[in-house]
């Protein structure tokens, strides 16, 4: 009977603090939660999903380790504990929670000094049965913030530089070799006019086959050099790894949309429902 009573409690509690929890979370919002405590929430948050309270329990320590002067951390860590019947611990961690509310949010405060005399009436009572994890409907309270994830890719100086540089051979590379089918051409479309020019015009042939030679070595050389240069960079950014902020996405606010059917003995409703 005392597990019903405290289950039931624990119930109403969670369900009327559901309107004030918006006001608390805009108190958090002004508070700078480190990134590694927002990373550690966000697999806490997971854990907690899943049923998993104890690694849940486990993850929110970690965060309020880095940021002991968080509000939401304080609050989803009591209630975790609650979950796991660890009953001194919640109320020492609801405790916390109520000195860091502002003075101002006495609808916050009042609700939080209700659920700290609900248990210490349990705990006075002996009884330490965790609430029946079905019963549990609002989720943690949500941080805001950027988290720090690892990312493939890295667009630095050796990046841009070595790929410019390939960009650049190949540019000149296809330069040169118009140059080179130029002079080709040129060569092959000269015509000896006159028996006394034979000099002149061997001359020339062999000046414009020159050049082609050239220019077709050159481009040759270039269109190795960049298309390595080309890869090198490519390989540059995908092989490696950087750290990045990433603001946190709350998939509480995803969008979902279901059907639904109702009727009754004077009409018959079809829609769809959700929310954004």
Known sequence: MRSLVLGAGFLATMLSLAPSSVRAQETARSHATPPEALELFRTAREHYREGRYPQAADDLERALILDPASPTLRYNLARVYELLGRLPEARREY???????????????????????RLDGAIASGIADPPEPERVQEPLRELTGPVLVRERGVADLAFW??????????????????????RADARDGLVLTEPGQLDTYRAQR????????????????????????????ILLFVLREQEVEREIVHDEQALSIAPFFAATRDATMVGIRGTL
């Open 161 to 182: 530089a070595t790929g410019g540089a390939g960009v650049t051979a190949l540019l000149v590379a296809a330069i040169t070799g118009g140059l080179a089918l130029d």
């Open 95 to 117: 405790a916390h929670y109520l000195e860091l509310l502002p003075p101002d949010d006495a609808e916050e405060r009042e609700r939080t000094e209700a659920t700290i005399l």
């Open 206 to 233: 062999d000046g414009l086959d020159a050049e082609a030679q050239a220019l077709g070595i050159t481009t040759d050389v270039l269109l190795g050099a960049g298309g390595a240069a080309v890869i090198a960079s």
